[in-house]
């Protein structure tokens, strides 16, 4: 069935709205203006030991005005759906830019705001990749599932509790600049997520083991058939002997060890260390007072070597299912896919239309995202992901290759400095490798490195066999803070000689 925008979305007077917006910010001299309409309902559902434990259901919706006024930004918003309301937040953002241009040039700058180039693109409609809407699946349903999921794992030997939540979004919005380009959105999200903890009653250690199944820019579907990419009941009966297993296993030794490293672990690495630090806003001292700036500076693009010449990393916000896809970002720009390293070799970043024409480019490459109405749109990161070798072989023929290394799956802590180059991460486990075969999972299990040193040990990349979009529900940026969802896909990949550090150890316990 095709897909369609909202009707009650629709049913907001989004075009008299913006008309009145866009005229009033012209009329008072704005350079540029632009009205963003949003509504985005986020839902949770949470069981603990397959027994509701409770639920959300929220829906913000409100309307923005941002203009370029005299070289300075101004920014506004309001909830009032009548014409007039618009055209009074238009007006409150030319006041916001005429007394940003009084402070500006009081602070001796002569810094003007110039947005890179874009052509109209008339009106556009863009709806995301699902097949049911979560929303129109009643609640009682959503919970069951979640019930009979968890109640299988609490059936199993050794499982002492189960938490599990299922997480939905439905974000629609409508967007007119005064260069003519509208567009009117939707894309729905899900993140399921279940959690089994075994504890031991004589000693009192316990241990958890959470599903890998990643957030994905599906519907309903992705909840209950293979065919929407993920097998639900391959997963649920595993977990039990994993987590048996990890329960007994024994604790690393710290030292040097190659790494196999799963997709449900890299892509985090991957968000971290590259996502944020090629980020151009990051890399120019934007987010310095909060999210820290980026070893990868500007005068370096096209020359530092982030890591092996295996390595080639997109920004792409087209990716079916990715969770930063979308047709046009928040400033109309139409989106794309483009390199960010190259042969290991940075030659990209990403980027929203102030940020590209700071540094000259024509065009942005469609990063400006705002998570509401009431925040005005800043470069977010876009779908950045590992692209695999498409000769590479699969997860047990990259094992096959270490003499003596570990296996490492699942995201777990992570721990990153200011400038995106000093790391360390966990995860939710890990198989010792002896002599190109698994034997047995270990605990207490860190990796450490700097960015460059890691990608730089990347000897082997999987094939497209064991590509997996994985990625993230609340990536943070920015003051006041915003929160983006953004997918990260990868292959399993092959470093050498990595530092693991134990994290029993190095607590001091």
Known sequence: MPRSIDETFLALPLRQLADAALARAKSLGAEHADFR????????WVLRNARPAGSEDTTDVGYAVRVVHGGSWGFASGVEMTQDGAARVAAQAVAMARLSARIIAAAGSDERVELASEPSHGERTWVSSYEVNPFSVPDA????????????????????HVSARLWAVQENKF????????????RVRMLPELT????????????SMRTLAPPVGRGWEYLTGREAGWDWDAELAEIPGLLAEKMAAPSVEAGRYDLVVDPSNLYLTIHESI???????RALGYEAAFAGTSFATFDRLGSLRYGSELMNVTGDRTAEHGLATIGFDD?????????LVRDGVLVGYQMDRRIAALKGFERSNGCAFADSASHVPLQRMANVSLRPDPAGPDTAGLIAGVERGIHVVGAGSW??????????????????????????????VAYQATTTDFWGSMAAVGGPQTY??????????????????VSHGCPSALFRDISILNTTQESGR
């Open 37 to 44: 309409c949003e509504r985005v309902r986020s839902a949770s």
């Open 141 to 160: 349903d959503k919970t069951a599932l979640l019930a009979d999921w968890s109640a299988r794992l609490l059936g199993a030997a050794g499982v002492s």
């Open 175 to 186: 967007y007119a600049d005064s260069a003519g380009t509208v567009t009117t959105q939707q």
């Open 196 to 207: 089994a903890t075994s504890v031991d009653a004589e000693s009192g250690r316990f241990d």
């Open 275 to 281: 996502g944020h630090a090629t980020e151009l806003d």
């Open 331 to 339: 400033e109309g720009v139409q989106t794309q896919s483009w390199d």
């Open 415 to 444: 721990s990153i400095d200011m400038q995106r180059y000093n790391f360390q991460f966990t995860g939710q486990r890990f198989f010792k490798i002896e002599n190109g075969r698994l034997a047995g999972q270990l605990r207490d």
């Open 468 to 485: 997996v979009l994985d990625g993230s529900f609340m990536c943070g940026k920015a003051q006041p803070g915003q929160i983006a969802a």
